[in-house]
């Protein structure tokens, strides 16, 4: 059986940077496992919206979830992208960089992923990333992530950042990925080389070692199963052109499939809850309850004007943006619960957009409540497993959202929008009660695509958890997972860059 020092699972935002580590630092034999394919086609490399948005529907690039039916939300099924292929969910992903809220890694070390606290995990967004702008003190220069700020020019962000400052929502001018993210309005800033070219994990942090002896990356590479002996994980099952194959791993097996496939890979390998396990007749290896509970996810909700004139195209699916407080949780004590995308264009659902010009304000929810799960469909790997985030099941969730539409209408409403505003597409004037601005949530919230939290990170002693705060699996050794699944709780912003720096420290903490 062929051998390596270490084996990963997954060459997604996570994947490829651990990868790369246990390579350059820990000079290791390292296997990189990926169910996808290589990065070749050109609208992975793209940057225009149309490139982008192409990799969105099923196909190559994209396992397509789609959850189970939504009790909050009319019982609507909800398609969730989720990226396949080097890179994972960077190649395909909208390269808005965002780190997060500094008191939402503090709540991960209170709530017992101990050294994850802003102080410890900041050194790690640094060494990950290259970024001219900002401070010293916070931004990294030499990492093998390209992190520009947009050269965006459009009359229409300028004046979300003019409303936001009249509107008293925003009263600083931070770097945002800086000392101060909240009540800071701003540019995003984007994951690219330079403006025509994006730069993913695979580009990033595989690139760089293309012909290295040290690192062989099996692409078109279905993982099926981790192979436990005595409790101590020592390969893996995989299955290439229909051809089922065993590695072996001389010092660890780490899972970086994402929020969904990590947990399924737990599963199919006899750890995850007792009864799940023998519903599919698994045989059970560790009971660990907590894999694939804490489903949690981000949720957009456009309100969308029509404009006066046509708008410059949008370089970045949203160019503007505001961290800022609903106002239904303390803020004293909560990172913000509401970020906002911005647009120079009408997005909506197909019946309220006329096609003409338009600019769209999009509160996402950034703190959701509601916690769902991803089980087993089948003991089949290669059948998907059932994703039900249990969307808008807290109806703090849905209070936050519609707070959110409030603002973005006095945000709207500001002189700054005066000359380009014409009349509100979505949800429209008419909708103005809080019961149908709830409907309107209920009816119209989509995902942002951040599935987190399904092998949570907490204290060695917490039942509940799935990994300790070194990332080890509960009951097995030689076995841990890094990426999006571990964070105990979703950060307020994008999740790209958080799960990058999870994979950057699993390497730290597997190598020092
Ligand atoms: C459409 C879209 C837009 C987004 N936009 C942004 C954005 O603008 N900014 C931002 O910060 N975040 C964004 N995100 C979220 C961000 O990309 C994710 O948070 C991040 O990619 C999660 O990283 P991960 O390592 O957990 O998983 P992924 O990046 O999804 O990587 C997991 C990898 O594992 C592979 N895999 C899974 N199972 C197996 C298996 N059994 N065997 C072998 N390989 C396997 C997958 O194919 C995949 O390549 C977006 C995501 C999507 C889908």
């Known amino acids: 059986m062929t051998e390596f020092d270490f084996i990963v699972v997954g060459a997604g935002a996570a994947g490829c940077v651990l990868a790369n580590r246990l390579v350059t630092m820990g000079n290791a034999r390292v296997a990189l496992l990926e169910a996808g394919p290589v990065d070749s086609i050109p609208a992975i490399h793209a940057t225009d919206i149309g490139s982008m948005t192409s990799m969105w529907g099923p196909g190559e690039q994209n396992w397509a979830f789609q959850t189970a039916p939504q009790t909050g939300m009319h019982g609507r099924r909800v398609d969730i992208a989720q990226g396949r292929g080097l890179g994972g969910g960077t190649a395909i992903n909208a390269m808005m960089y965002v780190r997060g809220n500094a008191r939402d890694f503090d709540r991960w070390a209170e709530m017992g992923a101990t050294g994850w606290s802003y102080r ?31 050269p965006v020019t459009s009359a229409a962000s300028a ?48 690139d760089p070692l293309r012909g290295d002896p040290r690192l062989t990356v099996l692409t078109g590479s279905l993982a099926t199963r981790v192979l436990i002996e005595d409790g101590c994980a020592v390969g893996l099952e995989y299955v290439c052109n229909s051809v089922t194959t065993s590695i072996r791993a001389t010092r660890e097996v780490i899972l970086c499939a994402g929020a969904f496939l990590s947990p399924q890979l737990l599963m199919l390998s006899g750890i995850g809850p007792a009864e799940t396990l023998r519903t599919h007749g698994i045989a059970l290896v560790a009971d660990v309850p907590g894999v694939g509970q804490n489903l949690h996810d981000h949720l957009l909700l ?99 959202l519609v707070r959110g539409v409030k603002l973005a209408r006095r945000l709207a409403q500001d002189a700054a929008f005066t000359v380009l505003r014409d009349r509100e597409l979505a949800p429209g004037a008419d909708i103005a009660s809080d019961e149908a601005l709830a409907a309107y949530v ?57 799960t990058i720096m999870i994979g950057d420290k699993a390497a730290d903490l597997i190598l020092l």
């Open 120 to 150: 410890d995990v900041l050194p790690y967004f640094k060494r990950s990333e290259s970024f001219d702008g900002g401070d010293d003190a916070y931004r990294g220069r030499s990492g093998g992530l390209q992190v520009i700020d947009m």
């Open 442 to 498: 209920r009816a119209s919230a989509s995902t942002v695509w951040h599935p987190v939290g399904t092998c949570r990170m907490g204290a060695a002693d917490d039942p509940t958890a799935v990994v300790d705060p070194s990332l080890r699996v509960r009951g097995v050794t030689g076995l841990r997972v890094a990426d999006a699944s571990v964070m105990p709780m979703i950060t307020a912003g994008n999740t790209n860059a958080a």
């Open 159 to 206: 004046a979300f950042l003019q409303a936001a400052r009249s509107t008293g929502l925003s009263t600083a001018a931070e770097d945002f990925n800086g000392a101060q993210q909240e009540d800071n309005a701003f540019l995003y800033q984007s994951t690219r080389a330079d403006p025509g070219s994006r730069c993913s994990t695979a580009t990033a942090f595989l």
């Open 302 to 400: 456009p309100v969308a004007y029509r404009a006066t004139a046509d708008q410059d195209p949008p370089q970045l699916l949203s160019e503007a943006g505001l961290f800022t407080y609903s106002g239904v949780f303390d803020r004293e004590t909560n990172s913000p619960d509401l970020q906002f995308f911005f647009g120079p264009i009408q997005y909506a659902d197909p019946e309220y957009v006329d096609g003409g010009p338009g600019f769209t304000l999009v509160p996402i929810l950034a703190q959701p409540r509601s916690r769902g799960s991803v089980t087993l469909a089948s003991a089949d790997p290669l059948t998907k497993p059932l994703v039900d985030p249990a969307y808008l099941s807290d109806p703090a969730d849905v209070e936050v």
